[in-house]
């Protein structure tokens, strides 16, 4: 069947009369709206903007080997810029709808393993060669490979994963589930829900639930609206302390403008890591950047294909290369400024769940990154119990794809739900399709069904149990 979306089948499929913005996006093709794009792409930016202020504060909180850091203003530019040009360009580019931002697992690696043993410059250095490495992958068609050779099984268990991965991330964020010393999961604080910020994140989900049951358009976004004006009038009603909101506080900011500062831009050393760290410790360390990074993509990508309904019957959605290559430009851009890896953010799945279905909705959310440089302050009045909620209402309706797995099948049950359950359980995407990968590969194999397992699959075995054995394989080089 010929995909109306194809760029190849442009000319003869599409009717005349549309507008070029209409053409170049598929937007009627896709059954969406320019109401429903800008729509998504509000909640996208909504839903991610947290990493404006948690990016510049675990960063910025990492000393490198001369004792120094960015400061907090410099990240929050840097993070918002890199994240504003990359997701529009993915919009145009992939055409797709889905923003990025700095990756998580990547900044970590940055934080706490990358920069204690070289300096800052040189810690985006390695960024950068992250970046490079993906996009040889991708021009060489291995991203895309490996992309294909998943199960179908597989990639249906990653989208629900995902979700789970999703909900716990908003659950937590808004304080809903804590861990304690003596659990690792427990309602609220000590047991029990209690405060404003929790009741404001409450307010918001089920806002967004009602309307979604009563097919309103726009209804996570309008909850989200809803629970920030809440908790703006909680907090000046109740005096709530600031610290109980976290990051961002729902107040009136004193001024809607504030200075941005650019100096990050360009402070980049390509090749000191290896002088600094050592060349196996710089190895090992590009080698969890790139791991970190390409599954955890790989894995955002699948889900919101899927979600969007965008993919075919095999899970493979359209202009993957094109989408594939902006998430290593991403990582290129993270380095240049500063910010780590930009890479792709599955809080995309919020806009998805809004209407989204094109790049329009990238242009939105990156377009929204680019004004956070100079009205930041305006932004942060959005706390991230309001966002929250659509975290855990898009982690909901990525459960439906459980339905699909091939659960009688033991073969496939055990690695779909080794799959789905360790995204949550680690708080690692990747882990999950790591784990999902091998016990396939070996149970298909073990079982006589070896025919099931391309021999690509026996690779990313391979690489995984590598991943996974990382602590002992360095004290083996003694690294």
Known sequence: MTRLDDPGQQSAAQPA??????????????????????????????AMAYIIVLNPLILGGATDINGDSPSVAQLT??????????????????????ALAAALGVMAVVAYQAVPQMTWP??????????????????????????NALPHNLKLAIGVGIGLFVSLIGLDNAGFVTSSEDSLLQLGADGHLSGWPVTVFIIGLLTSA??????????????????????????????????????????LPGAVFTAPDFSLLGQVDLFGAWASAGVASAGIILFTMILAGFFDALGTILAIGKKADLTDASGNMPR???ILGMDGAGAIAGGVTSSSATLVFVESTAGVTEGA??????????????????????FGMVPGHAASCALVLVGAMMMTG?????????????????TIALMPFTFNIATGIGAGIIS??????????????????????????????????EKILGV
Not at 77 to 91: D, K, Q
Not at 219 to 232: K, M
Not at 402 to 418: H, Q, R
Request: cysteine-free; aromatic content about 12%; hydrophobic content about 55%.
């Open 17 to 46: 009369g549309r507008s070029w913005l209409d053409r170049f996006f598929f937007v009627t093709d896709r059954g969406s709206t320019y109401g429903r794009e800008i729509r998504g792409g509000l909640t996208t930016f909504m």
């Open 77 to 98: 530019t840097m993070t918002a810029l890199s994240a504003g040009i990359v997701t529009i360009f993915m919009g145009i580019v992939g055409r797709a709808p889905i």
């Open 122 to 147: 040189e810690a985006m250095g390695l960024v950068i060669w992250q970046g490079v490495i993906i996009i040889l992958m991708v021009v060489t068609g291995i991203r895309t490979a490996i992309m």
């Open 210 to 251: 009602i309307l979604l049951a009563r097919k309103v358009p726009g209804a996570i976004f309008y909850g989200i609206v809803t629970a920030t004006v809440v908790a703006i009038a909680v907090n000046y009603a109740f005096d709530v302390p600031a610290a109980s909101w976290g990051n961002s506080v729902p107040e």
């Open 320 to 322: 993957t290369n094109q």
């Open 357 to 378: 279905r094109t790049g329009m909705a990238s242009l939105v959310t990156g377009g929204l990154f680019l004004l956070a440089i100079l009205f930041s302050p305006i």
């Open 402 to 418: 459980v339905k699909e797995i091939e659960w009688d099948d033991i073969s496939i049950a055990i690695p779909a739900f080794l």
């Open 440 to 473: 396939y590969t070996l149970i298909k194999t073990a079982s006589g069904q070896y025919r099931d397992v391309g021999w690509l699959m026996w690779i990313l075995t391979g690489v995984f149990a590598i991943d996974f054995g990382l602590a002992g394989i």
